[in-house]
């Protein structure tokens, strides 16, 4: 079965940083596109970044790009975010995304911001930013 298990997440002061990691088993992580998602309470779940199968491309979202950097490594089946100068608005429970790329390319399309393109999700994890 295909698990996708989000870790990392926590308390944090405003200025702080943070790394949260997704471990991926049960699928070939190499042919997958992944993503992380956000939700805040009473607030729509919304995209955060998105990283290709290689991790040759990138996207984020204007509200953490300067801030955050997303990378993978295959070897371990695992995606990454590097969470840097949060602020209160950064805190809600963050979901990794698995899209599945075909053909070996290094690709991520260009709908990566919809969340229905994505196969798998993971169960979340929460981060809290104080002021």
């Known amino acids: 079965q295909v698990r996708l298990i989000e870790s990392g997440g926590g308390l944090v002061q405003a200025g702080g940083s943070l790394r949260l990691s997704c471990a991926a088993s049960?699928?070939?992580?190499?042919?997958?596109?992944m993503g992380w998602f956000r939700q805040a309470p009473g607030k729509e779940r919304e995209f955060v970044a998105v990283?290709?199968?290689?991790?040759?491309?990138?996207e984020l979202s204007d509200a953490v790009k300067g801030r955050f950097i997303i990378s993978r490594d295959n070897a371990k089946s695992t995606v990454y975010l590097q969470m840097h100068s949060l602020k209160p608005e950064d805190t809600a429970a963050y979901y990794c995304a698995a899209d599945r790329v075909y053909g070996g390319v290094d690709y991520v399309r260009p709908s990566h911001r919809r969340q229905d393109v994505y196969d798998y999700w993971g169960q979340g994890t929460q981060v809290t930013v104080s002021s």
């Open positions: 049960g699928l070939t992580f190499e042919s997958y596109s």
């Open positions: 990283i290709s199968p290689s991790g040759g491309k990138t």
